[in-house]
């Protein structure tokens, strides 16, 4: 009898959750005042991380191996040895000494829902953070961060449509090249291959290329669908040393 019972209840778990699946619904992440309280502590340590220029301190507050930071000119900077190197390239960090006063950082508002946990710091006038948190072994960590300009807020761009229009470029076999620049430090890194830039009519993109130093100049549009397609895509052919130089001006 003990059996049948057991045999129904799992029966019923599993029936319930092939449901769940059929009817589109996910589970919404429980986040508690304590869960709150640790991401604003994130989110105000990465401004003091980056304040001091404390790069491997910075790098660890992301998830391990995938977490990422973007922004528009940046391109997207993933994993801890690029997040380093993002941080060591920052204009404040390649001063005499480095670095700049340290604010609190912003304040966040968290959500959860069906996508996970996530969250928007307001920067004012240098417009805001789109953030996705993961907790990890190790306490909360940035899943991504997406730096979104008020012009960008202006223009209703969000981190998913910069996500798109990665997508649509084409990085995902890694054939764009990151960028670097001269300074008065040595060389530094500039951009992660893909930079882009909001326009009127939609965006453009530089998409800067790993095997034979040219690039492609973009233009995308939305679609009547709200999505994103190319206007036109444009190859310049040039050697990644000249490539590279002239993308740090």
Not at 113 to 120: F, H, N
Not at 167 to 179: H, I, S, T, Y
């Given at each position: 009898?003990?059996?049948?019972?057991?045999?129904?209840?799992?029966?019923?778990?599993?029936?319930?959750?092939?449901?769940?699946?059929?009817?589109?619904?996910?589970?919404?992440?429980?986040?508690?005042?304590?869960d709150?309280?640790e991401?604003?502590?994130?989110?105000?340590?990465?401004?003091?991380?980056?304040?001091?220029?404390?790069a491997?301190?910075?790098?660890?507050?992301?998830?391990?191996v995938?977490?990422?930071?973007?922004s528009?000119?940046?391109?997207?900077?993933?994993?801890?040895?690029?997040?380093?190197?993002?941080?060591q390239?920052?204009?404040?960090?390649?001063?005499?000494?480095p670095?700049?006063p340290?604010?609190?950082?912003?304040?966040?508002?968290?959500?959860?829902?069906?996508?996970?946990?996530?969250?928007?710091?307001?920067?004012?006038?240098?417009?805001?953070?789109?953030?996705?948190?993961?907790?990890?072994?190790?306490?909360w960590?940035?899943?991504?961060?997406?730096?979104?300009?008020?012009?960008?807020?202006?223009?209703?761009?969000?981190?998913?449509?910069?996500?798109?229009?990665?997508?649509?470029?084409?990085?995902?076999?890694?054939?764009?090249?990151?960028?670097y620049?001269?300074?008065?430090?040595?060389?530094?890194?500039?951009s992660?291959?893909?930079?882009i830039?909001?326009?009127?009519?939609?965006?453009?993109?530089?998409a800067?290329?790993?095997n034979?130093g040219?690039?492609?100049?973009?233009?995308?549009?939305?679609?009547?669908?709200?999505?994103?397609?190319?206007?036109?895509?444009?190859?310049?052919?040039?050697?990644?040393?000249?490539?590279?130089?002239?993308?740090?001006?």
């Amino acid at each position: 009898m003990k059996n049948s019972v057991a045999l129904f209840a799992l029966v019923s778990i599993v029936a319930g959750f092939a449901f769940s699946r059929a009817s589109g619904q996910s589970s919404v992440p429980t986040v508690t005042d304590r869960d709150r309280a640790e991401i604003q502590e994130l989110v105000s340590h990465y401004a003091r991380a980056l304040s001091s220029c404390a790069a491997e301190e910075y790098a660890e507050l992301f998830a391990p191996v995938t977490g990422s930071f973007a922004s528009s000119v940046r391109g997207e900077i993933i994993g801890r040895d690029k997040l380093i190197a993002l941080v060591q390239s920052e204009p404040h960090c390649i001063t005499t000494p480095p670095g700049r006063p340290a604010g609190s950082g912003p304040t966040v508002v968290v959500t959860a829902s069906a996508e996970g946990v996530t969250g928007i710091a307001d920067l004012g006038n240098a417009g805001r953070y789109e953030d996705v948190y993961v907790k990890t072994p190790r306490g909360w960590r940035f899943k991504t961060r997406n730096v979104i300009t008020r012009q960008e807020q202006a223009a209703n761009f969000t981190a998913k449509d910069f996500i798109a229009l990665k997508q649509l470029a084409g990085n995902e076999q890694g054939k764009f090249d990151d960028v670097y620049r001269e300074t008065p430090v040595g060389r530094r890194l500039r951009s992660a291959g893909l930079v882009i830039v909001v326009t009127a009519e939609g965006a453009t993109g530089r998409a800067y290329l790993r095997n034979d130093g040219g690039h492609y100049d973009d233009v995308y549009v939305r679609s009547s669908s709200g999505g994103w397609r190319f206007k036109s895509r444009t190859y310049v052919a040039g050697d990644t040393v000249g490539t590279q130089a002239s993308a740090g001006r």
